[in-house]
């Protein structure tokens, strides 16, 4: 059920997304890299000048059992697009623009969730073990 749905997500991701719409590794990039590093592994040049150290992106399913933690993963990124975080990651307003698409991160709940973050959770998920 689960890798199936992995499976199926690119492709859904291709159906809908507008030509000028930025990839995941994009938005990572623009988004994510300052702090987490553009390898992930939480070594950006924005880690430094942080009371908590980024989270190294690469290990998550390694230290969570070997499964990639996909539902904690977008509760987190799609948290910090909130009002109120008190975590160090800034809001990302921009990411929320853009179509709806079903997203289980893993615990057989699909929610509509904005494009730009699955493809940004989908983008984490394939880091885990580089
Ligand atoms: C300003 C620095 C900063 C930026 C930019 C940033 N993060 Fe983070 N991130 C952190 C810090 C610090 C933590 C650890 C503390 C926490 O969980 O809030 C963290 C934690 C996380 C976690 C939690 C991992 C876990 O174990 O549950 C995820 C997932 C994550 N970030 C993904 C992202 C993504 C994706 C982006 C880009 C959209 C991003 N972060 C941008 C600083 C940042």
């Known amino acids: ?63 969570d059992g070997g499964e990639f933690p996909g539902t904690r993963v977008m509760a987190k990124i799609w948290g910090y697009t909130g009002r109120d975080s008190a975590s160090a990651m800034p809001q990302f307003g921009p990411l929320l623009q853009g179509e709806l698409v079903p997203y289980d991160g893993g615990d057989g709940i699909a929610t509509p969730t904005p494009v730009r973050l699955v493809q940004l959770a989908e983008y984490v998920r394939l880091l885990q073990g580089k």
């Open 1 to 63: 059920m689960i890798r199936l749905g992995w499976m199926l997500l690119p492709l859904a991701l291709a159906a809908c997304m507008p030509e000028d719409q930025p990839t995941g590794a994009e938005d990572f990039a623009t988004y994510c890299a300052a702090c987490h590093g553009s390898s992930g592994k939480g070594d950006g040049p924005g880690a430094a000048g942080l009371d908590q150290r980024p989270v190294d992106l690469t290990q998550l399913s390694a230290r």
